[in-house]
């Protein structure tokens, strides 16, 4: 599998999987990056200073991404890691850190101090993924992510 940076024909393989998660898993539509503007323009999205998103290809197909961008409304120096989202084939395989590994290492580089992230209970292998790769619980959210529905908050410092 080759971590790249997307590129824009990767736009709807990259939607389709964030969304298909986001229904596999039983998790709301609204509140959630299956309703942002973001994730149907992905490429478009992450092309400001400070900002990458990454996808995951194997065998000339996307089955993954996250990516980093500042957090909105909050000017502590902190980043959050978004739209961290694999297909079946993906998951399980040592992928997942990697691609955190990666994205944090560039967070660093664009000079965040911390990195924020949210998701819902249901994900409970990505909540085990996170804290296996430093992130700690927080008692509410950070910033404003419009993610609503959102009820787990954790953030590292880099």
Same mark, same amino acid.
């Given at each position: 599998? /080759?971590? %790249? &940076?997307?590129?824009p024909?990767? @736009?709807?393989? /990259?939607?389709q999987?964030?969304k298909? !998660?986001?229904?596999? =898993?039983?998790?709301? !539509?609204?509140? !959630?990056?299956?309703?942002?503007?973001?994730?149907? &323009?992905?490429?478009?999205? +992450?092309?400001k @200073?400070?900002?990458?998103?990454?996808?995951?290809?194997?065998?000339?197909?996307?089955?993954?991404?996250?990516? *980093?961008?500042?957090?909105?409304?909050?000017?502590?120096?902190v $980043?959050?890691?978004?739209?961290?989202? =694999?297909?079946? *084939?993906? %998951?399980?395989?040592?992928?997942?850190s990697?691609? *955190?590994?990666? $994205?944090?290492?560039?967070?660093?580089? =664009?000079?965040?101090?911390? $990195? +924020?992230?949210? !998701?819902?209970? %249901?994900?409970?292998?990505? /909540?085990?993924?996170?804290? &296996? @790769?430093g992130?700690?619980?927080?008692e #509410?959210?950070?910033?404003?992510?419009?993610?609503? #529905? $959102?009820?787990?908050?954790?953030l590292?410092t880099?």
């Amino acid at each position: 599998m /080759i971590i %790249r &940076k997307i590129e824009p024909k990767d @736009n709807q393989e /990259i939607e389709q999987i964030i969304k298909e !998660t986001i229904l596999e =898993f039983g998790l709301p !539509t609204n509140g !959630t990056a299956y309703e942002d503007i973001e994730t149907t &323009k992905m490429y478009a999205s +992450y092309q400001k @200073n400070k900002e990458v998103y990454f996808v995951i290809e194997n065998e000339n197909k996307i089955v993954g991404g996250a990516g *980093i961008k500042a957090l909105k409304n909050n000017t502590e120096g902190v $980043c959050e890691l978004q739209k961290m989202y =694999f297909s079946p *084939i993906a %998951r399980g395989k040592g992928v997942g850190s990697v691609l *955190i590994k990666k $994205c944090l290492q560039e967070a660093k580089n =664009f000079g965040f101090s911390a $990195c +924020y992230i949210e !998701t819902d209970p %249901r994900m409970e292998a990505a /909540i085990h993924l996170y804290k &296996k @790769n430093g992130f700690t619980s927080l008692e #509410s959210s950070l910033g404003d992510t419009g993610h609503s #529905s $959102c009820s787990v908050w954790m953030l590292k410092t880099l």
